[in-house]
């Protein structure tokens, strides 16, 4: 790819100056905002030489600009400023600007936008230059001052309080940070208050900031808000730095949330929740998603990146450490195992596609585009392998090290492995490829026995591939860490989990003295993100779904089954086999296993992954075909189950008041996998029944998706809009909901519908996402032969661009499939690409995007 805005890796060098103090003004208007800025500059050591400076700068009007209080003339471009280094004395030497920005304008939430009256931030990644002129950069880090002039009853910045009146705020903040964790936010707000004393008896004000009225949906934010900070003192040692940490939650965000220091800014869907609005799986995100913004505070702030193609430094460790918090707080199990579902359907994804890149990408020509589910969950992945490979006490040790000796900095991949080689003496070269080389290895497994009268022996032979991706034909083996584990035919485990670590092409491992041929559970937990390509007879399969010690690699094995069963369904017309129908009902009646384990185990693969698992396998995916025989099976199962469904659901009623917690989560999930059977199997009159009971949102909305996947439901539709339609974040259940169950031949028209609505907002991304993101959610909908999934998601993103582009490109990765589908498909889907491509004025973000996907 030449586009000639592209950023390279190796052309990164340090910022000519040194910034230690910043000093920013605001005087906030709608329209007009002015903002003036006091930077103090000192020649940087690490780039000797006389140097002009530029500062970025996008959309800004430029009013003044001092160099030690003289006005000096500076060379302005639509990406910044140059000012000359003959007009640059002293060490220090002051720049004082005056610009005037439109918050009001700003439809793209970048930069200083408006949300429902509040005004309010958004810098990463380069988003600050829109505030002001500024070295936009991760590696400048200087100490912010701020002063906030607004008529509003609540104005807030980074840092400490150090002065208030009426109409003005002061924050300071004496940690360092790069732009890209700057925050402001005005408006009128309540707090749900609360503190927190910290390991050293440090005494921290805690808010959560929301608009009137939803005060009564912070208290689970704030409980696991002060998880998280104790949990990352016990675990990390990790103590928060602040005399305040102030959350505010807002309607019109781009992503889940920011991680500004001391400020953090949430998607009011990733914080509020009550048990009335919120359903367990948004209590679970709630608190996923305040932990990982609270760890940024040292695994991206105190610590941060050097330059964005460093990206997973913190996000990948940040995740990795949001779902060991998540695992202590839940069932490390079930949580291994939605975390590999989301993998699965978003990374590999990803990385068998167009648009695969490595953990850590070497260019660039829109950041915001690098967001993406490789950065951060695959960079969580290859952290896991990486501690699974050193051991747990050697791991602490080296991320002590990298605290120690990396605190105040902006550093690298090579900081972050470093500290892993000095604490172990071991050489990761080969291990960072897992960082530089994008794709899904595919792991082989041959099998060999020989028996013998004092004990056999087993041998296992592991071969790696790793597939060509885009910009990369060859690649190096990888270092592959397979946790395995040995049953014996009677169920017990005759060798323990053991790592083994692949790092050739092909290589054996033999294990010794075993009386019987094993039979052995392979990738326990899940311990490397490969593709294990391995043919199994369903006995054992369903050998190792009854009696594998690994939680994941039992669910792991009924997961396969049903692949299978269900690919067969599919290519060969075949009914479901009995052994799968009855592995599931073992499963299901097992009052020994976690209700929230047995309603996963229920759950059968989803549509596109059984598209991605054919294609995998050499066949083009039919959508509807796919669909047809998905509920074709749900029904199966249903069936199987049937006799012992009615009791399932009384067993896992909830009785007395509601909690978010694992356990009862867990139950009402399996209640509802009951209740959805219960509906394919005698139409809708326990789900109605639940319905017009339920006392809380998992109760209503999942009693409400049961019956509108039966086709069914429409009067609990109407009844749920008529209780909800002023609630912005229920009622984006309310959209999403009907796209997703619509019917493959209706669900075009069900957008069209909704679309049509006054109440659809596009500039308000939740609503954009509830409505086109369930359009791509519904495989067989999308990908209708028609192709009207595809034109209009296309219509959609074209209209949506020139206003919020980050999220239009986000949402075209809906098209990242298509070399799975027939001919057909893929003709239409490109011709839509292009025609993407070809709209006038198309942004950065976008047309990176939609070119990669063309190729
Ligand atoms: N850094 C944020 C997080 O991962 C995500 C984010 C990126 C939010 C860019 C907004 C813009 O927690
Ligand atoms: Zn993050």
Aim: some cysteine.
């Amino acid at each position: 790819m030449s586009d000639p805005r592209t950023v390279y890796l190796a052309d990164y060098q340090p910022f000519p100056f040194l910034l230690p103090q910043v000093r920013l003004e605001f005087t906030l208007g709608p329209k007009a905002t002015r903002v003036r800025a006091r930077l103090e500059f000192m020649p940087n050591p690490a780039r000797p030489g006389r140097h002009d400076l530029f500062l970025h700068g996008e959309n800004l009007r430029l009013i003044s600009a001092k160099v030690n209080g003289t006005s000096v003339h500076s060379e302005l471009s639509d990406i910044g400023i140059t000012i000359s280094a003959n007009d640059l004395s002293g060490d220090p030497f002051t720049l004082e600007t005056e610009v005037e920005i439109s918050p009001a304008a700003n439809t793209a939430l970048e930069g200083l936008y408006m949300s429902n009256g509040m005004y309010c931030t958004q810098c990463e990644a380069e988003g600050f230059r829109k505030i002001t002129y500024y070295p936009d950069r991760p590696d400048v880090m200087a100490r912010f001052h701020v002063r906030v002039a607004a008529d509003l009853p609540v104005l807030l910045s980074n840092g400490n309080p150090v002065g208030s009146g009426p109409g003005w705020a002061e924050w300071d903040d004496p940690w360092p940070k790069p732009a890209y964790l700057f925050a402001l936010v005005a408006g009128d707000l309540v707090a749900h208050a609360d503190s927190f004393t910290t390991l050293s008896g440090r005494k921290v004000d805690l808010n959560i900031w929301v608009r009137p009225g939803d005060e009564n949906r912070c208290a689970w934010g704030m409980e696991a808000l002060k998880a998280s900070m104790s949990w990352d003192e016990r675990v990390y040692g990790r103590e928060y730095d602040l005399d305040i940490f102030n959350i505010v939650a807002v309607d019109d965000f781009n992503m889940g949330a920011m991680e500004n220091k001391g400020l953090n800014i949430f998607n009011s869907k990733a914080v509020l929740a009550s048990p009335d609005t919120a359903t367990d799986d948004d209590f679970a995100r709630v608190e996923a998603i305040i932990a990982h913004e609270y760890f940024h505070n040292w695994t991206g702030n105190r610590i941060t990146c050097r330059d964005w193609f460093q990206l997973c430094l913190k996000e990948g460790l940040t995740v990795y450490r949001d779902q060991q918090f998540s695992g202590d707080m839940r069932s490390h199990a079930v949580k291994r195992i939605e975390d590999v579902l989301a993998l699965r359907a978003r990374q590999f994804r990803e990385d068998q596609g167009p648009l695969a890149h490595a953990v850590r990408p070497d260019s660039f020509v829109e950041i915001n585009n690098f967001y993406t589910a490789t950065v951060y969950e695959k960079g969580a992945e290859v952290i896991g392998m990486l501690r699974r490979l050193v051991g747990d006490e050697a791991y602490a040790q080296a991320l002590d090290l990298y605290f120690t000796r990396h605190d105040g900095h902006a550093a690298t991949i090579e900081d972050w492995l470093k500290v892993f080689e000095d604490t172990t003496d071991r050489d990761l070269t080969q291990f960072k490829r897992w960082y530089t080389e994008a794709g899904t290895p595919r792991l082989k497994v041959y099998e060999a026995w020989s028996p013998a009268a004092q004990g056999g022996t087993y041998t296992l032979t592991l071969a790696q591939e790793n597939p060509a991706t885009p910009g990369q034909p060859e690649k190096g083996a990888k270092v592959i860490p397979v946790a395995v584990g040995l049953l014996n035919p009677n169920g017990d485990e005759v060798v323990p989990t053991t790592v083994l670590e692949l790092i050739k092409p092909v290589q054996s491992f033999a294990f010794e003295g075993l009386a019987a041929r094993p039979i052995a559970s392979i990738l326990r937990d899940f311990s490397a993100p490969v593709v294990l390509d391995r043919e199994v007879p369903a006995a054992e399969r369903a050998f190792l779904l009854a009696h594998d010690t690994d939680p994941f690699n039992r669910w792991e094995a009924g997961r396969s089954l049903a692949k299978e069963v269900l690919a067969r369904m599919i290519t060969q017309g075949t009914k479901p086999q009995a052994a799968f129908l009855d592995g599931m009902a073992a499963i299901a009646f097992d009052e020994g296993l976690d209700p929230a384990f047995r309603a996963l185990a229920l759950r059968l693969p989803g549509e596109d992954d059984m598209a991605a698992t054919l294609h995998q396998s050499g066949h083009t995916p039919d959508p509807a075909r796919i669909h047809i025989a998905r509920k074709a099976l749900a029904r199966a199962v249903a069936e199987r189950l049937a006799p012992g469904l009615p009791g399932l659901e009384a067993a896992m009623r909830v009785p007395g008041a509601f909690s978010p917690q694992a356990a009862d989560a867990g139950k009402r999930a399996l209640r509802l996998a009951a209740l959805a059977g219960l509906t394919r199997l005698n139409g809708g009159a326990a789900a109605q029944a639940a319905f017009a009971d339920a006392t809380n949102m998992t109760e209503s909305f999942g009693t409400l998706a049961i019956l509108l996947e039966a086709g069914l439901g429409e009067r609990e539709l109407a009844a749920f809009e008529a209780k909800w339609r002023t609630d912005r974040l229920v009622m984006d259940k309310w959209f999403a909901v009907q796209v997703s169950l619509s019917a493959p031949e209706e669900t075009a028209q069900t957008v069209g519908r909704l679309t049509a609505r006054p109440d659809f907002d596009m500039k308000n991304p939740n609503r954009f996402r509830a409505v086109l993101g369930a359009l791509t959610g519904n495989h067989a909908g999308f990908h209708h032969a028609s192709g009207s999934g595809y034109r209009l998601l296309a219509d959609w993103l074209i209209r949506l661009d020139p206003l919020n582009p980050q999220t239009a490109a986000r949402m075209s990765t809906a098209f990242e499939t298509w070399p799975r589908y027939d001919a057909d498909r893929q003709g239409m889907i490109r011709a839509e690409l292009a025609r993407i491509l070809a709209a006038p004025g198309l942004s950065r973000d976008l047309s990176e995007m939609a070119g990669r996907m063309l190729h």
